[in-house]
């Protein structure tokens, strides 16, 4: 030990730069540190923006096509209510261009419909946002429209005729009257609305629905399935 400390006391000078030597390590081994500790907080939160960015999404999809099929619903009870058809008739009436273009942002909307959240990407939820926002005000605009005008483009014999296949439409749907009376009214409706209202086809299917206890009656034989 005493050559080393000979040594030592010989060299005293080294130990400044010994000094600045270990404290420039402690240093530096003092700042990897911290950046390790930055990367991995950096990482963690990247992950968790992730993770609820991905929760954002699927509470946003799910909230779309609840505004989605809402609307459906609402276009809906035109198309199954033949009633509602005859009180406000520009709701299907293809030669108005607010029908059009509801009926134009409701295929659009349908069409940008993701079958789930699992491949969403910001850029297609943001299209079907959009898509189901201008389907909703379409469809406000075209109703607000028909609300107004209802049948007021209909000369008065036309009315009348509304009126007349209104009526017998209730029969047609009527539980209570006898098969042949349903039948009779049934056909009847549609004559009278022949050239005024254009019923969709699933229109008429759910009308026959209702009044199929009298067309089933009124069937012959021959045409019943067999």
């Given amino acids: 030990m005493e050559p080393l400390f000979e ?63 809402a609307t459906n619903r609402r276009w809906l009870d035109y198309e ?5 058809l005859i009180d406000f008739p520009l709701m299907t009436d293809v030669r108005e261009p607010l029908t059009v273009a509801f009926l134009r942002a409701k295929r659009d909307a349908d069409g940008q419909r993701p079958h789930s959240a699992a491949d969403l990407s910001p850029a297609r939820l943001d299209a079907y946002r959009t898509a189901v926002n201008a389907f909703a005000v379409a469809l406000d605009v075209a109703e607000r429209e028909a609300c107004r005008i209802r049948d007021s483009k209909f000369s008065g014999p036309e009315r009348e005729r ?48 209702l009044a199929a206890p009298g067309l089933d009656a009124g069937r012959r034989p021959s045409d019943q399935p067999g």
Avoid: C
């Fill in 80 to 84: 199954l209510d033949v009633g509602k």
């Fill in 162 to 209: 509304l009126a007349t296949a209104r009526k017998l439409l209730m029969i047609a749907e009527n539980a209570a009257a006898t098969p042949a009376e349903r039948q009779a009214a049934y056909k009847r409706a549609r004559r009278e609305l022949d050239g005024l209202i254009v019923l969709p086809d699933v229109t008429i299917a759910a009308l026959e629905r």
């Fill in 7 to 69: 040594f030592l006391s010989d060299k005293w000078w080294l130990v400044f730069p010994l000094t600045a030597f270990a404290g420039h390590y402690a240093n530096s081994w003092r700042k990897a540190s911290e950046r390790r500790h930055r990367r991995k907080v950096e990482l963690l939160t990247l992950k968790n923006q992730a993770r609820e960015a991905g929760k954002a999404s699927v509470a946003d999809l799910e909230a779309l096509t609840a505004t989605h099929d």
